[in-house]
Nanobody
Framework: QVQLVESGGGLVQPGGSLRLSCAAS????????MSWYRQAPGKGRELVAS????????TYADSVKGRFTISRDNAKNTVYLQMNSLKPEDTAIYYC?????????WGQGTQVTVSS
């Protein structure tokens, strides 16, 4: 049974930091590219960051470059999103996403709220 379980979300003040984790099971993690998406209220789902399965090459949305860092630990089947200098506009549900040539999977999401 495939599972992607996100954790680490919560309420943080502007300028603060959070680290999201996504624990994967039920598939061969190191053969999947991993991504984080987010969806703010009333908006569509937006790609935040991605990391490839082999080389660990990363890409980021312009809105988070220099503030967010995606990483993966293939030994722990886990992908992370370190979020620094958080802004109110980063408020959203953050989703973990796994894909390869044939399959893709979504996590259930974790809420991040940036507010004073």
């Amino acid at each position: 049974q495939v599972q992607l379980v996100e954790s680490g979300g919560g309420l943080v003040q502007p300028g603060g930091s959070l680290r999201l984790s996504c624990a994967a099971s039920g598939f061969t993690f190191n053969r999947y590219a991993m991504s984080w998406y987010r969806q703010a209220p009333g908006k569509g789902r937006e790609l935040v960051a991605s990391i490839t399965e082999a080389t660990g090459r990363t890409t980021y949305a312009d809105s988070v470059k220099g503030r967010f860092t995606i990483s993966r630990d293939n030994a722990k089947n886990t992908v992370y999103l370190q979020m620094n200098s958080l802004k109110p506009e980063d408020t959203a549900i953050y989703y973990c996403y796994a894909r390869n040539t044939w399959y893709y999977y979504w996590g259930q999401g974790t809420q991040v709220t940036v507010s004073s």
